[in-house]
């Protein structure tokens, strides 16, 4: 990563091609493969396929402690729905151990479509709830307990199989979903000792401990969504200029993800304020970009790429 401002991309199905990969040579700094979304054999495949087509550094990017939703079926669901978060199977959450932790008046807010439900009672293998605002109930999406904080493991099994498939493969870049606190970065950093890592700022705890967080991650990458369900949207701008403050007095590097270009997921031109949006962050001394759902299932991956290099250069040359 030696360009002064670097683009980090998501690699995706609308990415993992050799058109693409190709066009990464110079043009993209990182590619992020996404634990979230992919099993431990398609990890190893995806890294075979793109190292046959670039020579752009990898970045394994962990799941980290998240709970998911495991569902066969998007369904869209009404106020006042009543449904059942099942131990195992039809709607369950995932890390399966979570079961364990919810209890009754939890409530969930689901995905970033609004979908937010209540836990009522507690049956054998299920909990019983009620939908209190509505939206669609998608697979692998995000769940955050709104009411209290679940403690979770900072990696899932899962992650450690993948971490051994990175440095099987020899990955020289990982990056922390969730680091909320310094002993995640050490545990962390105990086995990937010569790696570079990146630590993900998504949590309120993270906010909470960002001082500490800084003194000992050099890296660290501020993912807006999730973040903005811990704080609050309005709150976002406000910690994102606070952390990027901080890291220009300690010496840190500050990537910013989510929403960059999201209008080019479908579009092949980017809104106004999604310019402003990029032009502030950069002026924010940030360390680099990141595209997620913009290439990785957007339809204008390569313009997308395009589109940020452009105001990247422009932006570099105002400063000139």
């Known amino acids: 990563m030696k360009k002064k401002f670097n683009i980090l991309c998501t690699v995706g199905p609308k990415s993992l091609n ?43 990017d962990t799941e980290g402690a998240q709970i998911r939703t495991k569902i066969k079926k998007t369904i869209f669901l009404k106020i006042g729905k009543i449904i059942k978060i099942h ?12 079961f ?11 995905g970033f479509k609004n979908l937010k439900i209540k836990i009522l009672n507690k049956g054998k293998n299920f909990f019983k709830c009620r939908v209190i605002s509505e939206g669609y109930l998608e697979d692998n999406k995000g769940v955050h307990v709104q009411n209290r904080r679940i403690k979770l493991n900072y990696l899932t099994d899962k992650d ?6 990175g440095l099987k493969n020899k990955i020289k870049y990982y990056a922390l ?21 990146i630590y993900k700022i998504e949590s309120s705890l993270a906010i909470k401990n960002i001082k ?6 050099k890296n660290l990458l501020i993912d807006r969504g999730d973040l ?61 970009l990141v595209l997620a759902a913009e290439t990785a299932i957007g339809k204008y991956p390569i313009e997308s790429v395009k ?13 000139n």
């Open 87 to 98: 131990k195992d199977k039809n709607f369950f959450l995932y890390p399966g151990n979570i």
């Open 228 to 288: 903005s369900k811990e704080i609050s949207l309005k709150n976002v701008p406000i910690i994102q200029r606070k952390i990027c403050e901080l890291g220009k007095k300690n010496n840190n590097n500050i990537f910013v993800a989510t929403n960059l270009l999201e209008s080019m997921v479908e579009n092949s031109y980017p809104t106004t304020g999604e310019v402003n949006d990029i032009y502030t962050t950069l002026k924010m001394h940030t360390k680099g």
């Open 18 to 60: 050799r058109s693409f990969l190709n066009f990464s040579r110079n043009n993209i700094s990182l590619l992020r493969l996404n634990m979230s979304h992919l099993s431990v054999n398609q990890l190893e495949k995806q890294i075979t396929y793109i190292k046959k087509y670039t020579k752009t550094p990898i970045c394994i």
């Open 212 to 217: 500490q967080i800084m003194k000992v991650g």
């Open 177 to 197: 979903s969730f680091t909320n606190c310094v002993e995640d970065i050490d545990k962390f950093n105990k086995i990937l000792p010569s790696q570079t890592k």
């Open 307 to 319: 589109y940020l290099t452009k105001f990247i250069k422009f932006y570099k040359n105002m400063k």
């Open 160 to 165: 450690f199989k993948a971490i051994e498939v």
């Open 100 to 110: 364990l932790k919810l209890k009754n008046g939890d409530i969930l807010d689901i």
